[in-house]
């Protein structure tokens, strides 16, 4: 069995998505995610130029050896645009290994662990009481697991904060946007929006925050422990995680689990934080982090050290990727959650998927492969069209993190 064909798939349905659709002699297609929001064009390159020669007359059947291939064989390990490439071609080729053996992607991975992934949404508001009715209207929709943001007083525009409630979307098109940062009015107002939630809605739902990287360890630690009577299922990217070891002050100081890891993309990103336990939840997901091949191995040594998966999954990572994750969750045993940002129908028209939401938990399909694909006539008619995440910038200017 030989890959005769693999062409890169460009559609903006909403928002830009890259899809790696390879082909085999026997009819058998599969396909993978390629999305690396506001840097889009340069893994298509990576891919066009510089992967698809090396995949054609390859046997698709051999995951493992083309995997060690693109990784080891490129010399340039690592990195966004090249783990992204390599998860593309992984995911797609699982997707073939699943409809060539008529199973779903979670019985070639080991099985059924349960019956239903259970998802978190978002809820955003300009203010608290904006963002405690939207925590009420996710209840209403029944989730169990809630993602809270929410404006900060004296800021004209904070992260995780958008008009659109529904399909809140972290880019935007032509070029980026810049928003204002103070952590000063950040931390004093963060605790105030969950002492709400919980006065409204009680212990019984579990809710989540995103500090999107933007605070020191030491500021890490003291918000965490003023939210600790709230009680939250996690904590999220406090600190830029490019030090591993920033971790172990954050930890000294609050029981307020942590949760990390949607801009890694290997092992190698997140190995301390993992063996030295400094982390709840592990958020690298599968599009970003050299696909299921790769993070298995990440949620292996998880799994040894009690840290559970949580994976990243806003809009800007496609059904496709979606689907994959699912499958892995339905599987993986150190589960712990999954982020679930709600697509538009355009997009799911784009991507038609056998996934389903059911009171809190995403449930896959039995359809072979991880069961999502692409109506390419359709997605031809969403022409790209640039776009970025915005910047960050401190009151007197000085760029910031974002
Ligand atoms: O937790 C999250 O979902 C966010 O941090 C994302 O919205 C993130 O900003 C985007 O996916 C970046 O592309
Ligand atoms: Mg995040």
């Known amino acids: 069995m030989?890959?005769?064909?693999?062409?890169?798939?460009?559609?903006?349905?909403?928002?830009?998505?890259?899809?790696?659709?390879?082909?085999?002699?026997?009819?058998?297609?599969?396909?993978?995610?390629?999305?690396?929001?506001?840097?889009?064009?340069?893994?298509?390159a990576y891919l066009e130029d510089h992967v698809i020669p090396c995949l054609i007359g390859r046997d698709p059947q051999q995951i493992e050896d083309i995997w060690q291939y693109l990784y080891r064989g490129c010399y340039w390990r690592r990195g966004a645009v090249?783990?992204?490439?390599?998860?593309?071609?992984?995911?797609?080729?699982?997707?073939?290994?699943?409809?060539?053996?008529?199973?779903?992607?979670?019985?070639?991975?080991g099985g059924r662990s349960r019956?239903?992934?259970?998802?978190?949404?978002h809820a955003n508001g300009a203010d608290i009481g904006e963002t405690t009715e939207e925590v009420g209207r996710y209840l209403d929709m029944?989730?169990?697991?809630?993602?809270?943001?929410?404006?900060?007083?004296?800021?004209?525009?904070?992260?995780?904060?958008?008009?659109?409630k529904m399909f809140y979307e972290p880019a935007n098109a032509d070029l980026p946007e810049e928003n204002v940062w103070s952590t000063e009015k950040y931390l004093n107002h963060v605790p105030k929006l969950f002492e709400r939630l919980r006065d409204s809605y009680g212990f019984d739902v579990h809710l989540l925050h995103d500090c999107h990287h933007r605070l020191s360890p030491i500021e890490a630690g003291r918000l965490g422990k003023d939210l600790e009577p709230y009680r939250l299922f996690w904590l999220e990217d406090t600190v830029p995680a490019e030090l591993q070891e920033?971790?172990?002050?954050?930890?000294?100081?609050?029981?307020?689990?942590?949760?990390?890891?949607?801009?890694?993309?290997?092992?190698?990103?997140?190995?301390?934080?993992?063996?030295?336990?400094?982390?709840?939840?592990?958020?690298?997901?599968?599009?970003?982090?050299g696909g299921i091949s790769h993070v298995r191995r990440i949620a292996a040594l998880a799994e040894i050290y009690n840290v559970r998966t949580g994976f990243h999954g806003a809009t800007d990572l496609s059904p496709v990727s979606m689907g994959a994750a699912l499958h892995f969750d339905t599987w993986v045993p150190n589960f712990g959650i999954q982020e679930y940002m709600r697509h538009t129908d355009a997009t799911?028209?784009?991507?038609?998927?056998?996934?389903?939401?059911?009171?809190?938990?995403?449930?896959?399909?039995?359809?072979?492969?991880?069961?999502?694909?692409i109506d390419e006539s359709l997605a031809a008619k969403y022409p790209y069209q640039r776009a970025y995440l915005p910047v960050n910038r401190l009151q007197d200017g000085t760029l910031f993190n974002w």
């Not at 909403?14 to 390879?22: A, D, E």
């Not at 783990?83 to 019985?107: H, R, S």
């Not at 239903?116 to 949404?121: D, S």
């Not at 996934?355 to 072979?368: S, T």
Request: with cysteine; glycine share 10%; net charge negative.
């Open 142 to 164: 029944g989730y169990k697991a809630i993602r809270a943001q929410c404006g900060i007083p004296g800021l004209p525009s904070t992260y995780g904060v958008s008009g659109d």
């Open 246 to 289: 920033r971790f172990r002050l954050i930890r000294h100081h609050t029981t307020t689990p942590l949760a990390v890891g949607e801009v890694f993309n290997s092992i190698y990103d997140c190995h301390t934080l993992i063996s030295e336990q400094l982390i709840d939840y592990i958020r690298s997901t599968i599009v970003h982090t």
């Open 2 to 44: 030989k890959i005769i064909d693999a062409k890169v798939i460009v559609s903006c349905p909403g928002r830009n998505f890259v899809t790696l659709k390879i082909i085999t002699d026997e009819g058998v297609h599969g396909i993978g995610d390629a999305t690396l929001n506001g840097r889009e064009m340069a893994v298509v």
């Open 115 to 121: 019956e239903g992934v259970m998802v978190y949404g």
């Open 82 to 109: 090249t783990m992204t490439a390599i998860a593309a071609v992984d995911v797609a080729l699982w997707d073939i290994k699943g409809k060539l053996a008529n199973m779903p992607l979670y019985q070639l991975l």
């Open 348 to 373: 799911d028209e784009v991507f038609p998927s056998d996934y389903l939401f059911e009171d809190g938990y995403l449930k896959v399909g039995d359809a072979p492969g991880h069961g999502v694909d």
